[in-house]
């Protein structure tokens, strides 16, 4: 099955890695980059009014990754998502680990993210919803 198992039916980080792909719903959108090491995909979903993102390193060195947004409609929140490749455990929770949530202005923003060596990441941006309670 494409390698995502091994023998023991246990998951290979690749699974992981297509976990993180089918977040990528809706239109593709562009996203360009002036480096080598760093490549991306990105989708907007116009059903769940999201952005997601999924960017790399593809090199054996640690960099860190700037996505300058452009044209942002409203305030966004956004969630980041790592993947660990390396950790010894095939728990989805340990492999796929959730970073601290941020906020990106409306108009122009900036992300940024450590990527570790071969890293991958996953963004989703959505609008913040404003609820009255009472």
């Known amino acids: 099955m494409l390698g995502l198992f091994d023998f023991q039916n246990v998951p290979r980080p690749s699974y992981f890695l297509f ?7 809706g239109n593709r959108i562009d996203i360009n980059g002036s480096g ?14 999201s952005y997601n993102l999924l960017i790399w390193n593809f090199s054996d060195s640690p960099v860190r990754a700037r996505l300058i947004l452009s044209g942002v409609p409203e305030q966004l929140k956004g969630t980041r998502v790592a993947l660990d490749s390396v950790i010894a455990s ?30 991958v990441t996953s963004i989703l941006l959505q609008k913040i919803s404003r609820r009255a309670w009472g």
């Open 19 to 25: 976990r993180l792909l089918s977040r990528l719903r």
């Open 90 to 119: 095939n728990e989805e929770f340990h492999r796929l680990q959730p970073q601290p949530e941020f906020h990106v202005d409306k108009g122009e923003g900036t992300i940024s993210a450590d990527l570790e060596p071969f890293g």
């Open 36 to 49: 080598a090491k760093i490549h991306g995909l990105g989708s907007y979903d116009d059903s769940m009014k």
